[in-house]
């Protein structure tokens, strides 16, 4: 654990990474002793509002992190650090974001949660940008100038002022995760939700499961029917993805099917007022797929050292997520996180999908814009089958199905989102393969 107290001692000097959070309201001088060696800084929780002008004196600097601050406006000297790729902003009080104020090789871009009216024109010379998130602002367009960023592959812009989408973005030719709930636009259908509300005084919680941005899942015994169960008790804020209350409808109205996490009922009367879903218990001996993105892998799933799979496995994986996908699709609900890290298997690749926190719904009526809305998480499938191909066990990589499963992928990953295929059509040529 690093303290204030070895940084101006010098105990710190030549160190690659630095995190303080003590409550600083100015930036230490001391830190600029670091200045050839850094690489990675965060700065966060703290009460800073701004930064020294000579930032660019961090030519080692890849990574900055400024969440949970009190920045009023996004400090343009970052666009000093020549080498900086990732940012992070998260839960400050940003109004103003200038012009050229972004490094040049800016890859993750985070201001989630701040009050942001409007984008700089300029965001569209950073070609590199591939993972952009901005929910939880006042953000009510796009600049057009941002269809240049045609690396994009991941946005999140939940939570805003947006009373459409620009065409211009559903044809981003690698956009495959996007989540855009909580806008106008993003108008939640009527749920045919028969869906039981089972009271808190009914659950006995035991030990916690697992716990992500929006929300703990904990491991419960349901009293009444004296049965385990799995509750999620959402945390009520904005996350990186968006708001809880549209995950919760997404989860809901996506049904059940096999190779979904099986939602039994609504959580009333929760003792702090928080809402929760109550889910089945999913049977021990299920494992996650694939681990989340790395800073340098920025979009993509990485994967247990040593993993591979055969290809009856794979197509077992993909046939399951493929239909999931179609279903969910056919209501109009986008899941925005197709990942391997959202998916969960057994010894016998036997998958489960969940996670619904970047979920949305969309306006089944205008036919082509959700065709390119479900062609943009097609993407996010052939990803996930890139992903599982690479993984193939070496003597399966010139079988007739791996081929046949690869051409498919590639179908998938057209950069003319419009040419690739629907759901539908992708489960028929996966049944295909033998």
């Known amino acids: 654990m690093q303290t204030l107290q070895d940084l101006l001692s010098g105990k710190l000097l030549n160190t690659k990474k630095l995190k303080l959070s003590c409550g600083l309201t100015e930036f230490p001088r001391e830190i600029f002793a670091l200045s050839e060696t850094l690489e990675l800084l965060d700065l966060s929780g703290n009460k800073l509002s701004e930064l020294p002008l000579e930032l660019g004196m961090f030519q080692k600097l890849k990574i900055i992190f400024l969440s949970d601050n009190v920045f009023t406006k996004f400090p343009k000297q970052l666009a000093d650090c020549l080498n900086l790729e990732m940012i992070g902003f998260k839960s400050n009080l940003i109004s103003e974001f ?8 800016i890859r993750w871009l985070i201001l989630t949660n701040n009050k942001i009216p409007h984008l700089p024109k300029t965001i569209g010379q950073y070609k590199f940008l591939q993972k952009v998130m901005f929910a939880g602002n006042e ?14 592959e991941l946005l999140r812009i939940s939570a805003n002022k947006f009373t459409t989408l620009p065409e211009w973005l559903l044809k981003l030719p690698k956009l ?35 716990e992500g941005a929006s929300g703990v899942i904990s491991k419960a015994r349901w009293s009444r029917k004296n049965q385990v ?4 008790v ?24 096999p190779n979904l996490v099986k939602v039994i009922g609504k959580i009333k009367n ?80 036997n ?38 191909l690479k ?27 419009i040419e690739r295929p629907v759901f539908k059509e992708i489960i028929n040529q996966l049944n295909e393969i033998q």
């Open 98 to 105: 200038p012009e050229n104020s972004l490094p040049p090789k």
């Open 139 to 152: 953000l009510k367009e796009l600049p057009p100038e941002m269809a240049a960023c045609t690396n994009i």
């Open 176 to 210: 495959s995760w996007l989540a855009f709930a909580g806008n106008q636009f993003s108008t939640i259908p009527d749920i045919d939700n028969k869906l039981e509300e089972i009271d808190w005084a009914e659950f006995e919680p035991g030990e916690k499961l697992g």
């Open 229 to 232: 169960v799995a509750v999620k």
């Open 234 to 257: 959402f945390k009520g804020e904005v996350t990186s993805d968006g708001l809880p209350k549209d995950e919760m409808l997404a989860c809901i109205s996506a049904g059940n099917h």
């Open 270 to 349: 929760h003792p702090v007022k928080k809402s929760g879903l109550v889910f089945s218990l999913i049977p021990s001996g299920y494992k996650n797929l694939g681990i989340s993105p790395t800073f340098d892998s920025c979009t993509r799933d990485v994967f247990a050292e040593g993993t591979s799979f055969s290809m009856n496995q794979i197509l077992k994986i993909v046939r399951g997520i493929a239909s999931v996908s179609e279903q969910i699709h056919s209501k109009g609900i986008s899941h925005g996180d197709l990942y391997a890290h959202n998916i969960l298997i057994d010894k016998n690749a």
């Open 351 to 388: 998958p489960l999908f969940g996670d619904f926190g970047a979920g949305a719904f969309y306006d089944k009526s205008n036919t082509y814009t959700s065709e390119l809305l479900e062609k943009i998480e097609v993407r996010a499938f052939g990803c996930l089958m890139e992903d599982l």
């Open 391 to 417: 993984l193939a066990k070496p003597e399966e990589k010139t079988s007739f199905r791996y081929k046949k499963t690869k051409a498919l992928l590639y179908d998938c990953m057209k950069e003319v989102v």
